[in-house]
């Protein structure tokens, strides 16, 4: 059941549906379904060529530089320098959040490109019934590289064309990002996984990744992680600071694994929390088509030659064939150090997920 208030209804938009009480009949939600299918493929092949034209061009920038100069650090932290810079950090620092905002925030490896698709499958299933077609085709016209601290720095101000609710992602520590975003009191879905299993996926990408440093072997990958001098920093450092702000009413945190094991209800979860009204056809479309698989059969379709890279196994105890004995000794002593009392730590049930 969708039913819209009066005082939701714009009057200039005939095409808002007004008090639909009554459940679509099976032909009128294969309808909505094709739809917002049509919808979300005209949105992704806008989506996929940005995406594309950027990474191929860190790709071919990374190919060519020293390792030492593949990152540079900004406020002490590292990032990839062919994909940030210090001046689009600056110029972030003026980027407007609007309440509307759907943001993601999880560190790299988290699985947040897997989330992101979901949040924006599930934010364009949504706007279907309430959005003009003027507004659908000027957001694809102007769809952009979805993580807030990549791109150019005219990059905010072509945001400010986009329409409402804009699918932000983001792998940036809470105090590095826009004050707006907490002033206007935007949404934020934080996503955490196990550590061990982000360090053994960052390991694999970040050697098949010629923007990012390589590493000639796992212990000494290891290491760089331990001591957190990696792209976007600490993992433990960016648990812990996150951490900090669950309790707040416009943050919800959710973990990977509990989405690998009932993705459905945690597609159902992430739309109640943003508020996104969907029928149960609806919301069992985007669960269907957000399958690991199913994304990475699709992966070079939507994200070119870096699906392969991006979408690798999406697994959970993958970390069980690098680690060491003594590496997991001395992951489960610094998170029991860093992490164990606080509320995130709680959450990633690392006695589940990390001990042999």
Not at 152 to 176: A, C, G, W
């Amino acid at each position: 059941m969708r039913i819209i208030l009066d005082s939701e209804i714009n009057r200039e938009k005939p095409s808002v549906v007004h008090l639909i009480s009554r459940s679509p009949t099976k032909r009128e939600s294969v309808s909505v379904c094709l739809h917002s299918a049509l919808h979300q493929e005209r949105r992704m092949a806008n989506f996929r060529k940005k995406f594309i034209d950027l990474v191929d061009k860190a790709m071919a920038a990374g190919a060519t530089m020293d390792c030492e100069d593949l990152l540079f650090s900004y406020k002490g932290i590292l990032y990839p320098t062919t994909v940030c810079s210090p001046e689009v950090f600056k110029a972030l620092e003026c980027f407007e959040a609007r309440r509307e905002d759907v943001i993601l925030a999880g560190y790299p490896k988290s699985g947040t490109n897997w989330a992101g698709q979901i949040l924006t499958d599930l934010v364009t299933t949504a706007a279907e019934n309430t959005e003009d077609e003027t507004n659908s085709l000027n957001d694809e016209e102007l769809e952009e590289f979805p993580y807030l601290e990549i791109g150019d720095t005219e990059k905010y101000q072509r945001m400010e064309k986009l329409s409402s609710r804009r699918v932000i992602l983001t792998h940036l520590f809470p105090h590095n990002l826009p004050e707006s975003i907490f002033k206007n009191k935007a949404k934020i879905l934080v996503l955490v996984r196990n550590p061990k299993d982000v360090a053994t996926s960052f390991y694999h990408f970040t050697n098949d990744m010629s923007p990012l440093p390589s590493y000639a072997t796992w212990d000494d990958f290891f290491t760089a992680f331990m001591t957190g001098k990696m792209p976007w920093g600490s993992y433990f450092d960016y648990i812990c600071e996150w951490s900090k702000h669950v309790d707040e009413e416009n943050v919800m945190t959710i973990t990977y694994e509990e989405l690998k094991e009932n993705r459905a209800l945690g597609v159902k979860k992430i739309a109640e929390f943003f508020g996104l009204l969907l029928t149960e056809e609806e919301l069992q479309a985007v669960t269907d088509r957000s399958g690991f698989q199913a994304m990475k059969e699709n992966a070079q379709k939507t994200h070119g030659a870096f699906g392969n890279i991006l979408f690798r196994k999406g697994s959970v105890s993958d970390w069980k064939n690098l680690f060491t004995e003594d590496q997991n000794q001395e992951m489960d002593k610094t998170f029991e150090e860093c992490l164990a009392k606080t509320k995130l730590g709680a959450k990633i049930k690392y006695e589940l997920y990390c001990k042999a």
